[in-house]
């Protein structure tokens, strides 16, 4: 049965959690491999699920060691990214290393959240940004990493899921333009995100 959020009954006991850490994390790189997309040259989209967000809320608990009163809010702020078994979820990240090539980078891309969608050969699925903080400051500048919903239809997944009908993911922005096809790995390990 697909899961669709993390409770606490989800969460492994710290102590054991650190004695398995290498191999988990070890497992998860993996995984993202066919869970990752590049679109142009600066995007990279991490598409999210069950799987991946507990890893981060562990990743989250281990690293700061915040203790049980530090569930709760790991949990309120990863499970938004836990798809609903009709959509994809995506962290979208803006890489570049040059600190000042990259703030002058974004500083031309706000509302770039708005402007993405998954193209199933010209029927469009247009992200939904995660509405927990703004993503594009009154100054117009980007913030690099992005969470974005793609709620899909019925039909739209059957569409998704078909490997003869051709996937593309985009960004039409002005400043910034690009499409990647996805390929038929990353096809099928999303086509697990969905309830069907």
Known sequence: MLKTAITREDIMDLKVYANV????????????????????????????????????????????????????????????????????????????????????????????????????ENEIVRGIPEEDVDRTNAEGKASSVQFLHFPFTAAQITKFCDLSVRVGLAIEHDKYSHVAVLPANVREALGDDFAV
């Open 21 to 120: 850490r290498k191999k988990r994390r070890a497992a998860m790189t993996e995984k993202k491999k066919s869970r990752r997309l590049h679109c142009g040259p600066h995007a990279t989209f991490s598409f999210e699920n069950f799987d991946t967000m507990w890893h981060q809320v562990h990743e989250m608990l281990f690293i700061e060691k915040g203790g049980p009163d530090q569930i709760e809010d790991e949990l309120t702020a990863y499970n938004p990214l836990v798809p609903n078994g009709s959509e994809l979820t995506a962290t979208l990240m803006f890489e570049i290393e040059n600190p000042v090539i990259r703030a002058n980078f974004l500083s031309g891309l706000g509302g770039i959240e708005e402007t993405i969608f998954f193209d199933l």
